[in-house]
């Protein structure tokens, strides 16, 4: 069992692919693998400028799928979790899961100072359960 944090910029850069091959390093079979997203911030409250669009879609033209246009010129709501379940099927993992809970809608539920471990506990124990 493992988790990985992917904001915009990891994803981007292959941190996703990066956590598959390195549990394939360790004997893992990303057939095997059940990736479990979230919870994150939800596409309608993740507004980017048109770089960081620029910047996804240079590296690969069919990250424009994850991008609506935002309210104001030049802005864009970015869907990070389905880019992210999108990179983890690239890699070639098959169960992919999603919890839906979006970290800023949710705000709550998911203060600041315990956003990071609230979200990588729920990521092992939903991992965990999913496993038994």
Request: some cysteine; aromatic content about 12%.
């Amino acid at each position: 069992m493992g988790a990985a944090h992917a904001g915009w910029k990891g994803a981007l850069k292959g941190i996703l692919q990066s956590t598959v091959r390195t549990i394939e390093s360790l004997g893992g079979v990303k057939e095997h693998i059940t990736a479990v997203i979230g919870p994150c911030i939800d596409q309608q409250s993740y507004e980017m400028g048109a770089e960081v669009f620029d910047d996804f879609t240079k590296q690969d033209p069919q990250s424009k799928a994850f991008f609506v246009d935002g309210n104001k010129p030049d802005k864009f709501l970015f869907d990070l979790p389905g880019y992210v379940a999108f990179c983890l099927k690239q890699a070639g993992v098959l169960r992919i899961e999603d919890v839906g809970l979006s970290t800023y809608t949710h705000e709550e539920m998911f203060l600041v100072a315990v956003a990071h471990f609230i979200r990588d506990i729920l990521v092992l124990a939903i991992s965990y359960l999913l496993f038994l």
